[in-house]
């Protein structure tokens, strides 16, 4: 994909491959990684600067790759239009993003929630209550019964 896309391949840390200047606009991303090459419109120094632990995320993806081979793409492909779904976002809530990290990936800034949507957002927090309500019922039991 590097290669059509006329990017500049060099080696990279860790077995990866950097390919920049990638010059298709799909996917759109700030990197995105195929097996054990990131590629990127621009290049890893830049992003670095915004991101420091980009290529340690894209490192993440292309160990997902290597364990999941090509069932990486359909997989991904699900999570991401499941993650879209629940969060309006096709990374919030996709475990390999999750996995690789949304911080280091870009996606999310440090310390902030990731997003649902409506519904699932509803659900969710009526479960957070759900357990509040009985881990306080369990903790005020538990407290009599020690005394």
Do not use: C, K
Request: aromatic fraction near 10%.
């Amino acid at each position: 994909m590097a290669l059509v896309g006329r990017a500049r391949i060099r080696r990279g840390p860790h077995g990866l491959w950097i390919a920049e200047g990638y010059r298709f606009r799909y996917p759109i991303a700030g990197a995105f990684t195929v097996g054990n090459v990131v590629t990127t419109a621009s290049t890893i120094g830049r992003l670095e600067r915004v991101m420091p632990d980009i290529l340690a995320h894209e490192g993440r993806h292309a160990f997902q790759y290597a364990v999941l081979g090509p069932a990486f793409f359909p997989l991904y492909s699900a999570a991401a239009g499941w993650s879209w779904v629940v969060a309006g976002h096709s990374a919030a809530r996709n475990p390999f993003e999750t996995g690789a990290g949304l911080v280091s990936g870009g996606y999310l800034l440090a310390g902030q929630p990731v997003p649902l949507r409506g519904l699932f957002r509803d659900a969710a927090g009526a479960g957070r209550r759900l357990r509040a309500l009985l881990g306080r019922r369990g903790g005020t039991a538990t407290r009599s019964r020690e005394r």
